[in-house]
Each structure stands twice: as structure tokens, then as C-alpha cells.
């Protein structure tokens, strides 16, 4: 009852007061990064986080959190329209968001995808109320031991999720991650490591360089490379008819919300497979799953509240362990800790009112996406018709700006520029980028725990795998790893078939 006390009386205060026009403002400016090919969730939340250093916390955070879940709704606006979709987690929005509109029906499509993302993102928000304080409880439990094997879960975990063809590549790139935040001086005694003698490598690389290199600067690269694209329709309507019909879909946003939000709690999964997740869910629970992939209201209904579901998930580890659920959670994790708040399982006991704060922030800006994004469809199509040479120029020069700006150093810029080539050739060759990008923002909390567990057993690592929680987590990593493997994969597939065989013998 406390807790919801403190809930109702965050949302008051922020709406009774100037930072309900910060929430307007950012949550457009949110849809308006998510909407545009090239920019992502994650750039525009590392990019807005250079310029919320002079803010106070709780509004930075504000804004930060606005532009989150504005950009992940703004994406599926060009999965609707270009079938591109504007970022990663709006791609299954394309599959039948794109024939919706090539029948005609855009306005349709653009109204579900709204109400859809606004419920969700509510499920999401009841998810985060309710979750994060008792899995802060349980975290206290937790030693170095226990969030040593919590990081290798989560870029093992995230590895394979996000390669599923071959987690092999999903791993590798989440271990170059964590060599990449190997770089600079050691936290325990200040050792450099790897570093040859550069004295700008002393410090190690920068989060959001990295972030903005690896997502902004290489989608730049790409975005370039593809053939342009042009509006399936310039004119829509019956907006707000079709909205309030989608909500008749209650098992769909229903099932889909709760899919989405544990999607988003699992560290580095977030957003892409809660919708990818809700969408498969709701086509096998459809009597009619031929219909999907073809403009089934139902399957962009899905997507679209699984993903949007995701944003209030992703903040749950973030919050209580400090410990990202995807990559836009990673960087609002880093401005957090810039702005001087301390995420992790004590936050329930030393900042209280601003977990209902960010849970506050979480209602308002689903209610400003869901109102702008009603409101504005028309006018934000003209966006669309921006000539990309002149935009992916404009977004290079940000990242470079935003990039310098955070440390005054050009050296960070051109670690952009590096990261930049990394993740474009990653993408050519099919390594996905969120395990390394998790590898990045986890290698220090992977690299401190491991150092201090064996400082507190003189060098023994047995307790890591005799400790109760850490054993079996580990245990968990172990069976990952080996389910993942070729010939256990091709066992288990056979033992399968065999046993669909034994059913239709027996029928």
C-alpha cells in the first residue's frame, strides 16, 4: 500500500508540474528518432544523454526515459510504411504492419500499433512495480560470487538469443566486449592493462562512444549501402476508430505484455525478442495463424505490445541489480550513474521514492506516446519524405558531437569511428552486436567480482560453484552452453522427430 501511495504521488507531482512539458517534448523527440531509418533507441538515448549533463537527476532521467519508450514505438512506423523497420525491435512489426498498408488499411495499422505499444507498455509497468522490489529483496542475497556468474549469464544468455542460427557468434561477440572493457587501469589497484603505452587508453574506452559508434555510426554505413526507399502511403485515416477497436484484443496484449516484460528482464535480450517472442505466441494461439505475415491485425498487435512491454522490463535488472536488460537500458544505466544515483539492490532501501519515480515516469511517458502518436500520424509522415544522404550526414555529425562532447576528448571520436567499422563488418558477417555491447557495460562488474571473490578466499575459486545461488547459476551457464552445441542440438532434434513418429504410430 506504501508503494502505491508513492506511486500516485510521483505521478501527481510530475503532473502538476513543469516537467509534464518535458515529457511532451521528449517523447516526440523519441518518436521522431525511432521513426527515422537509421537512428535507434539506443543512439538516441546516448545521444540525449550528452546534453542532460546541466539537468537535475530526476528530470534527466525523465527525459532519457521518454525518448525510450517514444523511440521504440517510433520505429514501427517505418515497419508500417517502408517495411524497414525504424529499429531492431520493431522488425517483426514489419510482417504484417507493411501488407496492412499495401492493402490500404495504413491508418489501421499505424492505430493498433499504438494502442498496442501504450498497453504494453503499461503491462510492462505493473511488471516493474511489482518485480523490481522483490527481486531488490532477493539481490541482497548476493555477493561477488553471485554476480560474477549474473554477468557471464547474462552475455551467454544474450549471445544465444540473439544468434540463434549459431550462438557461437553470439558469444564470441560478447567476450570481444568484455576485452574491450578489459582496456585502461584496473579498478582494485590501478594496474593499466592493455593499454601499450597510450596515454588516452589509460582510462579505457568510453560507454557511449562505443554505444553510438557500434549502433549510430555503423547504421549510418549501412543505411547507405541499401537502396532508398519511398512512402507505401502518404494519406491515412480512421486513426482513432481503429484504435479503440484494437483493445478488444484482450488475450493478445494481455499475453503478449507479460511475454514482453520478462523478455526484457533477461539482461541483454530486451526489446527484439519480446516482440519476436509475442508474436510467435500469439500465431500459435490464433485460430486463424495462415493470416500472419499476410496483415493480421492480431500479429502487429502483438509485436508491437511485446516490444513496448519490454522498455518497463528492461529497467527491472537495471534498477535493482545494475545490471542492463538491452541496449538502451545499458546507456540510461551509465547516465544514471553520471548523474550520481546508485542502482542495485539497495535502491529499495536508499531511494525509494525515486524507483516510484521512474515507475511514474514509465505511466507518463506511455500516456504522451499514446496521445502524440494518435494525434500526430499525418504530420509526422512528413519526416519520412526527408532525403536520407542529407539525414545520415546530419546523424554522423551528431554522433561525432555527441561522442566528443561527453569527455571533451577527440579521441572518443574516433573511437566512434572504430566502433563504427566494427559493427558494420559484425552485421556483413552475421555477428549480432548486443552481446558485445552487454560484454562492454558487464565486463567491470564481471572483472571487480571475480578479483574480489578470489581476494576473499586467498585464490580458492571453489565457492564458486559450492555457494547454493552461485552454483546454480552456474549450472544454468553450463547447460546453455551445452544445449547450444551442434551434436547435442542434432540429438535432441532426432529424439524429437523419433518421438513424433512413436505419436502418429500410436494414433
Known amino acids: 500500500m506504501d508503494g502505491l501511495n508513492q506511486f500516485l504521488g510521483a505521478v501527481v507531482a510530475i503532473g502538476m508540474s513543469a516537467d ?16 527515422i531509418p537509421g537512428l535507434t533507441a539506443t543512439l538516441g ?77 503499461m503491462v510492462g509497468m505493473v511488471g516493474l512495480a511489482l518485480i523490481a522490489p522483490w527481486l531488490a529483496e532477493f539481490a541482497l542475497d548476493f555477493t561477488s560470487f553471485e554476480f560474477f556468474w549474473l554477468a557471464v549469464f547474462g552475455i551467454v544468455l544474450c549471445g544465444q538469443l540473439t544468434s540463434m542460427d549459431d550462438p557461437l557468434k553470439g558469444w564470441i ?39 553510438v559508434g557500434a549502433f ?22 480512421g486513426v482513432l476508430r481503429s484504435a ?39 500465431k500459435r494461439a490464433s485460430k486463424t495463424p495462415d493470416d500472419f505475415g499476410k496483415g493480421s491485425t492480431d ?20 534498477l535493482t541489480l545494475a545490471i542492463p536488460g538491452s541496449a538502451p537500458a545499458a546507456v540510461l544505466l551509465a547516465a544514471m550513474v553520471i548523474h550520481g544515483l546508485r542502482p542495485g539492490p539497495l535502491i529499495m532501501v536508499t531511494q525509494a521514492d525515486f524507483f516510484y519515480s521512474v515507475v511514474a515516469m514509465v505511466f507518463w511517458a506511455s500516456v504522451a506516446m499514446l496521445v502524440l502518436g494518435l494525434l500526430l500520424t499525418r504530420p509526422l509522415l512528413l519526416i519520412l519524405k526527408v532525403r536520407r544522404e542529407w539525414l545520415m550526414g546530419i546523424i554522423f555529425v551528431l ?4 561522442s566528443f562532447a561527453i569527455a571533451g576528448r577527440l579521441f572518443d571520436v574516433w573511437v566512434m569511428i572504430g566502433f563504427g567499422l566494427i559493427g558494420f563488418l559484425m552485421r556483413e558477417t552475421g555477428f549480432p552486436i548486443a552481446p558485445m555491447i552487454l560484454g562492454v557495460v558487464l565486463g567491470p562488474i564481471l572483472d571487480n567480482n571475480f578479483r574480489r571473490s578470489l581476494s576473499l578466499t586467498q585464490g580458492d575459486p571453489i565457492p564458486f560453484v559450492t555457494r547454493p545461488i552461485s552454483a546454480v547459476i552456474a549450472l544454468l551457464v553450463l547447460l546453455m552452453i551445452v544445449l547450444a552445441l551442434p551434436p547435442v542440438r542434432r540429438m535432441l532434434g532426432q529424439a524429437k522427430v523419433r518421438l513424433l513418429e512413436g505419436r502418429r504410430a500410436d494414433g
Not at 101 to 117: I, L, N
Not at 188 to 211: C, K, M, N, T
Not at 257 to 268: A, Q
Not at 299 to 318: D, F, H, K, R, S
Open 216 to 237: 549510430g555510426c555503423a547504421e549510418v554505413f549501412v543505411v547507405m549501402r541499401q537502396e532508398a526507399t519511398t512512402l507505401v502511403a502518404s494519406q491515412v485515416g
Open 299 to 318: 500479429g502487429l498487435l502483438a509485436a508491437e505490445t511485446g516490444n513496448n512491454a519490454a522498455v518497463p522490463g528492461a529497467l527491472i535488472p537495471v
Open 399 to 402: 554522433c561525432a558531437v555527441g
Open 45 to 121: 538515448v546516448a545521444l540525449v544523454t550528452t546534453l542532460t549533463f546541466t539537468m537535475e537527476q530526476n528530470t534527466a532521467i525523465l527525459v532519457l526515459i521518454c525518448v525510450y519508450i517514444g523511440a521504440i514505438y517510433g520505429g514501427g512506423r517505418t515497419a508500417i510504411l517502408l517495411n524497414i523497420p525504424g529499429t531492431p525491435a520493431n522488425a517483426a512489426s514489419a510482417l504484417d504492419g507493411f501488407p496492412l498498408a499495401k492493402q490500404g488499411r495504413a491508418g489501421e495499422a499505424m492505430a493498433v500499433a499504438t494502442s498496442g505499444s501504450f498497453l504494453g507498455t
Open 244 to 282: 479503440l477497436k484494437s483493445f478488444r484484443y484482450v488475450r493478445t496484449w494481455l499475453r503478449s505484455g507479460v511475454i514482453g516484460t520478462f523478455m526484457g528482464v533477461v539482461p541483454g535480450v530486451g526489446e527484439d525478442m519480446g516482440a519476436w517472442v509475442s508474436y510467435a505466441a500469439a
Open 173 to 211: 561477440a560478447g567476450f570481444l566486449g568484455l576485452l574491450v572493457a578489459m582496456v585502461g587501469q584496473e579498478s582494485l589497484h590501478a594496474y593499466s592493462r592493455y593499454s601499450y603505452g597510450i596515454l588516452d587508453l589509460e582510462a579505457g574506452f568510453g560507454l557511449l562512444p562505443v554505444l
Open 20 to 35: 509534464m512539458l518535458v515529457v511532451v517534448w521528449a517523447t516526440l523527440l523519441g518518436i521522431v528518432v525511432g521513426m
